[in-house]
Nanobody, 126 residues
Framework: QVQLVESGGGLVQAGGSLRLSCAAS????????MGWFRQTPGKEREFLAG????????EYSSSVKGRFTISRDNAKNMLYLQMNSLKPEDRAVYYC???????????????????WGQGIQVTVSS
């Protein structure tokens, strides 16, 4: 069982930056691949970035590649998403997630993730 709690969201101007954090708990949480998603009303949850459990592999969606960076600190059981050059269309509720089993591949679809945080709002003003 993995519990996830996001923090760091808020309001930022277009072109600005935010760093989201995700605190993971559970005695094996550092052994899970992790991912970031976002969702806007009426749309499906969108994969943004994933990272392997050791942190050596990262994957990004085309919508955020080059602007967002996923990272993790396993000693602190923390996952991060650094978001730069934010655009109004980045406005959404952002979620961190972990798959059902540790050590596996890094999934890129929401159906492959089992554990979810409660979500945190990011708003980008134009």
């Amino acid at each position: 069982q993995v519990q996830l709690v996001e923090s760091g969201g808020g309001l930022v101007q277009a072109g600005g930056s935010l760093r989201l954090s995700c605190a993971a708990s559970g005695h094996t949480s550092s052994f899970y691949s992790m991912g970031w998603f976002r969702q806007t009303p009426g749309k499906e949850r969108e994969f943004l970035a994933g990272i392997s459990w050791r942190g050596g592999y990262q994957e990004y969606s085309s919508s955020v590649k080059g602007r967002f960076t996923i990272s993790r600190d396993n000693a602190k059981n923390m996952l991060y998403l650094q978001m730069n050059s934010l655009k109004p269309e980045d406005r959404a509720v952002y979620y961190c997630a972990a798959p059902q089993s540790p050590y596996g591949i890094t999934p890129s679809t929401s159906s492959e993730y089992e554990y979810w945080g409660q979500g945190i709002q990011v708003t980008v003003s134009s």
